[in-house]
């Protein structure tokens, strides 16, 4: 009965072994497409861009309309990516809806992608399960809901699949993918500049051929992103502006914004690269083949580069560990006879594994990351109205977390915000003082200009804790939670004719 049993069970796992694959793949996507939904389920909420992304598509105004811009911005540079949103919306989404469509949707456009561009794609499942288990932060840059990550997804593809843009005869399958992708990529943000870092990086790498085509495809799809704002001109020259005035306008590196400000390695990256290559040694396999892959050489290059803009090392440096880790990890754990069969159950065993530590890293709630999102204090038109801008007013402050939040749950309203996303796209008068008030920890002084142009519909809003901000000429509100409201004074009555004003002391 024992024996017939066993063969029993033999026969079913040797049936079943042709399921591998299939069982592989689903498990790593259920675990890509849990992880951002569990997050959620828990609170979170991105705090920047992806909230002024779902605004847009809700408002069904364009940025003139929203924000108070320097007269060199009129163009809407994520034009894309609202385009999409609004055809959501159109369909019934809410602002939760989108805001959930744009963190798991572009979180699986960037990480799931790989899933379908690698034969093994566990080896991928287990390198971002270990960057993960060392840097559990690092998950936040992939939950922000912002069309940054499409670009991602183009560097990713570059990085995994280089090799085949060195062959005689072009990938063509690869080669309208990577087109289509930046294409994509570049309708839904202008960045066009950024496009040909990990093609040059390549060719620093000795792999000309890949380069010099990658370089050429993603090019020509920034061109067709452009054409389909239809202000290709404009797009090009906004966008170059905005680079500009956001980086070149001569403050302080803390007055930028977080993403064009400088920033060392991390310790965790540096163990991860450290650790790799000692477990290659340990191997006995030769270092060179891990510290000549392209992708290697854009790691480094980004990190350098981190230290004038964080951006570069955040928007492709991690891609670029990643699929170097990808690269070490197949290498490393391939080589191991049980783990060389695709249809083999200790396959399953390590996409199990790696989906576990994965899901488990990424959907930790450390330090309240995502349970924090539970109790942020907004303003609603709804039920603040008294003490947010009127129609055709002015929402004055120095926050863009205020304009975020403000923006996104009132998206209709019918005032515009002197600072919105980036200072660097404010008129040259409002810049100048919302820089002197920074510049002055916060300085009541500095708020003058603001005061003196304010209009009985306009407002200031402050964030000041407990006490009323120390800003004169304005009569002060706490709306909600150290959210400060500040407005001109009511203008006193005028006598009516024929009577006389007593002074209270008679």
Known sequence: MTGALSRLQAAFVERARPLVPFAVLLLMLSAMVLAPLMAIGKGYRPMDDALRHCGKALSGRPWTEILVLGPAYTLDHHQGWHVLLEAL??????????????????????????????????????????????????????????????QTAVTLLICLRWEDFERPRLPWGLAWTLLLLTAWSAWCRSTWYL???????????????????????????????????????????????????????????????????????????????????????????????????????????????????????????????????????????????????????????LAL??????????????????????????????????????AGGILYSTSMRIFFDTFYENPKAPWRYVLGFEPGMMTAANREVYEGIAQSDNDARFYRPWVRAMRPEDRLILEAGKESPSVPGLEWHNVRGGLWSGRLPAAPPTPAEGSAEVDPGD
């Open 89 to 150: 919306h159109g369909v019934g989404f809410t602002a939760p809806g989108l805001l959930t469509f744009s963190v798991v949707g572009l979180f699986l456009v960037a990480l799931a992608l790989p899933l379908l561009l690698l034969p093994r794609a566990e080896y991928w499942l287990a390198a971002l399960a270990v960057l993960l288990f060392v840097w559990p932060d690092a998950s936040a840059r992939f939950l922000l809901g912002r069309p940054y990550l499409i």
């Open 195 to 349: 496009y040909p870092l990990p093609p040059l990086f390549l060719w620093l790498a000795g792999r000309r051929r890949s380069g010099w085509l990658t370089l050429g495809i993603c090019m020509a799809g920034v061109l067709i992103g452009a054409c389909l704002t239809g202000h290709p001109w404009g797009y090009f020259r906004e966008s170059t502006q905005h680079l500009l005035d956001a980086t070149q306008r001569g403050v302080p590196s803390w007055l930028l914004v977080t993403e064009f400000q400088p920033r060392a390695p991390g310790l965790q990256g540096i163990m991860l690269v450290g650790g790799l290559l000692l477990w290659r040694g340990v191997k006995g396999l030769p270092l060179r083949a891990a510290v000549v892959d392209p992708s290697f050489f854009l790691l480094l290059g980004s990190a350098l580069l981190g230290f004038h803009s964080v951006r570069f090392a955040l928007d492709f440096g991690m891609p670029a560990l990643l699929a170097w880790m990808t690269r070490q990890i197949e290498v490393l754990a391939g080589s191991a006879p049980a783990l060389r069969d695709e249809r083999g159950w200790p396959r399953l065993g």
């Open 353 to 390: 594994g790696a989906a576990l530590v994965f899901g488990a890293s990424a959907t930790a709630d450390l330090g309240a990351r995502y349970s924090s999102g539970i109790d942020v204090k907004t303003l609603r038109a709804e039920t603040d109205g008294e003490w947010l801008p009127g």
